[in-house]
């Protein structure tokens, strides 16, 4: 079982920039994807960022350019890296974590940490 606790949310003005930690109990976490969704209300989930455990990432088109992922196994941590952040940006980010087994493909959320870009 692997359990996700998310930090770093808060209030921003327009073009500021926020970091986004994630950090994952257990061991194994070098062998996780890891990815950063979002959710506005009333829409569907996102895809914002992804990194697999060999460090391939990947961006929603709508951040790349502004976004970065990056991940620390040392510390069973991934970072989500905005800047130039827009209203449109404002919501709530949830890490994710997956595991791929002969057993299976396993999910784990966070509980969610909350954006808001305002001036």
């Known amino acids: 079982q692997v359990q996700l606790v998310e930090s770093g949310g808060g209030l921003v003005q327009p073009g500021g920039s926020l970091r986004l930690s994630c950090v994952a109990s257990?061991?194994?976490?070098?062998?996780?994807?890891m990815g950063w969704y979002r959710r506005a209300p009333g829409k569907q989930r996102e895809l914002v960022a992804v990194?697999?455990?060999?460090?391939?990432?990947n961006y929603a088109d709508s951040v790349k350019g502004r976004f970065t992922i990056s991940r620390d196994n040392a510390k069973n941590t991934v970072y989500l890296q905005m800047n130039s952040l827009k209203p449109e940006d404002a919501t709530v980010y949830y890490c994710?974590?997956?595991?791929?087994?002969?057993?299976?493909?396993?999910?784990?959320w966070g509980q969610g940490t909350q954006v808001t870009v305002s001036s």
């Open positions: 994710h974590a997956n595991l791929r087994r002969d057993s299976g493909s396993y999910d784990y």
């Open positions: 257990g061991s194994g976490f070098s062998r996780y994807a």
């Open positions: 990194i697999t455990s060999g460090g391939v990432t």
